[in-house]
């Protein structure tokens, strides 16, 4: 097997050139050209120090594909470890490397792929979102007539 990065959106695919990894870079890409991109991707890795909820993680597991990411703010609220993806050590990129090698080569993968579409329809399917935010407006007019 031969393994590659693949990058889009604003990227320096040159950081990656010492990975010994072919790399290619897609730059930015219109949305259903990127749907394409995480439905050919094998894992995603979201190297993330910081973020609040990424959409590129939902957008993934939409198309099926396990997320690998560190143990930061929202990415490992919508990873769940060793079921749809990996959550690894924040800072430790012997772990981020456990989870693509665990995503790759030790989970059964077509189980990831279904976990992930199981978990995105209940988790920010339309009608579950648009519940939560009719349950949130009528809390807040609710408690803003008192």
Same mark, same amino acid.
């Given at each position: 097997?031969?393994?590659?990065?693949?990058?889009?959106?604003?990227?320096?695919? !040159?950081?990656?050139?010492?990975?010994?990894? !072919?790399?290619?870079?897609?730059?930015?890409?219109?949305?259903?050209?990127?749907?394409?991109?995480?439905?050919?991707?094998?894992?995603?890795?979201?190297?993330?120090?910081?973020?609040?909820?990424?959409?590129?993680?939902? !957008?993934?597991?939409?198309?099926?594909?396990?997320?690998?990411?560190?143990?930061?703010?929202?990415?490992?609220?919508?990873? !769940?470890?060793?079921?749809?993806?990996?959550?690894?050590?924040?800072?430790?990129?012997?772990?981020?490397?456990?989870?693509?090698?665990?995503?790759?080569?030790?989970?059964?993968?077509?189980?990831?792929?279904?976990?992930?579409?199981?978990?995105?329809?209940?988790?920010?399917?339309?009608?579950?979102?648009?519940?939560?935010?009719?349950?949130?407006?009528?809390?807040?007019?609710?408690?803003?007539?008192?």
């Amino acid at each position: 097997d031969q393994w590659g990065i693949v990058v889009f959106g604003k990227t320096d695919p !040159e950081a990656l050139v010492d990975m010994g990894l !072919e790399v290619r870079s897609l730059g930015s890409l219109p949305a259903h050209e990127v749907v394409k991109v995480y439905q050919a991707a094998d894992v995603m890795v979201v190297p993330s120090l910081e973020d609040n909820y990424p959409n590129t993680v939902i !957008e993934a597991m939409a198309c099926g594909t396990p997320v690998v990411g560190f143990d930061s703010g929202g990415i490992s609220e919508q990873i !769940e470890h060793r079921t749809t993806g990996y959550v690894a050590q924040l800072y430790s990129a012997a772990d981020l490397a456990n989870g693509i090698r665990f995503v790759l080569e030790e989970a059964d993968y077509e189980q990831l792929t279904a976990n992930n579409l199981r978990v995105v329809r209940k988790r920010n399917s339309f009608g579950v979102v648009a519940n939560a935010y009719l349950s949130l407006y009528q809390k807040l007019t609710v408690s803003t007539e008192r």
